[in-house]
Every structure is written in C-alpha cells, then in structure tokens.
C-alpha cells in the first residue's frame, strides 16, 4: 500500500477531481490508467512495475493544482508521458549500476531503524484495521490476500460473490485504502508525538 502523508492525501484527492468532477468515475479513471502504466512498466521490463506506477501518480499529484488549471487534453496522455520520463530516468540507472561483488557494504546499516519503523507503521495498521467496519475490514484483508496470478483470479472470485464489477470492486477497495491511509499517519503522528514527550 502507497505510504501518503495528509498533504499528499490532499493532493492525490485534487488530481482525481483534475480526471473528472464525478468521484466514481475519476476513481475509475485512475484505476484503469494505473493497470495500463503498470503493465507498461511490466512490458518494459522495469524491476518494480507496481512501484512505479505509484511514482508516476505521486509525481502528477503534486502537479494536480497547476493541471487543474492550465492543462488540455486527455489527462491519460500526461500520466503516460510522466510514466515514459519515468521509464527513461529508470533506464539510465540501471546503465550506472555497480555489480554487487564490486561495493563495500558499510558494516553498520541501519536496519535496526528501519525495523523499527516498519514495526510502528504495522502497530499503526492494525489500530487501524480495528476501526474500519467488519465488512470493509474483511473486504480489504481479503482483497489483498493473494499474490501474482493467484491475486488475479481470488480479486475476480471476490467481485463475483459481491455481485459487483471487478472495477467496483476496485473502487471500494480505492476508499477503503484512502481511510486507511489517513487514520495511519494521524495515528503515527501520535505515537511520535506521545514518545517525544516521554
């Protein structure tokens, strides 16, 4: 799940209304530009397809206010000209990459860091899974329970015993996310704020 602090959240909400005025439709709007960017990336065979496509909506999100106002035409051609800057700019790095046998890894990484924020963010998720719905809690613990192929055809399972689309299955699933995502930073924003003072 894309990591979004509030004033990304914010952003990310005016670049969906930049898609389209209508809520439903922008969300699926997104959806459907971010499975072609993604298989783009997959095509191109870039590392992390999923990652970068994350990239090219954080990239437009932070220029949601100026598009708004300024940009004409079909806001799918700007995400697949930031995703084709995007293709080039990983091309380039991978030209400049040092085989692994040739670095000196520093022996005091700070993982131990790492661990702990990942740990935190976890505690974060969970307090916050706890204060979705049971039905949206479900919903979301199940959407994202699969990987690779198998994610495929459980998330087209999953639609089909909702009785809903696969793309309204997404949508909601979109919603839940975006929830999700603002109870865990205001959460943190505790937590850190709580430790600082102790």
């Known amino acids: 799940m894309p990591q979004k602090s509030g004033p990304q959240l914010n952003q990310f909400a005016e670049f969906l209304a930049w898609l389209d005025p209508n809520p439903e439709i922008a969300a699926l709007t997104y959806i459907e530009i971010r499975d072609s960017i993604v298989r783009i990336f997959g095509w191109r065979h870039c590392a992390d397809p999923e990652g970068m496509a994350d990239e ?31 293709i080039r700019e990983y091309q380039k790095k991978i030209k400049s990459f040092v085989p692994i046998e040739d670095v000196d890894i520093a022996a005091d990484l700070p993982d ?7 740990e935190l963010r976890e505690e974060c998720l969970s307090h916050c899974l706890q204060e979705l719905s049971e039905e949206k809690r479900l919903l979301i613990l199940s959407y994202y329970a699969k990987e690779k192929r198998a994610k495929t055809i459980h998330r087209a399972e999953l639609a089909r015993e909702l009785g809903i ?21 205001r959460r943190l924003g505790q937590v850190q ?5 102790e």
Do not use: H, M
């Open 193 to 197: 704020a709580q430790r600082k003072s």
């Open 165 to 185: 689309s696969i793309e309204a299955l997404r949508v909601r699933v979109l919603r839940i996310r975006l929830t999700l995502e603002t109870c865990i930073e």
């Open 112 to 118: 131990e860091v790492a661990a702990a924020n990942d």
């Open 56 to 86: 090219v909506f954080d990239r437009a999100s932070r220029k949601a206010p100026e598009l708004r106002k300024t940009f004409q035409g079909d806001p799918k051609l700007f995400c697949y000209g930031v995703a084709n800057n995007l």
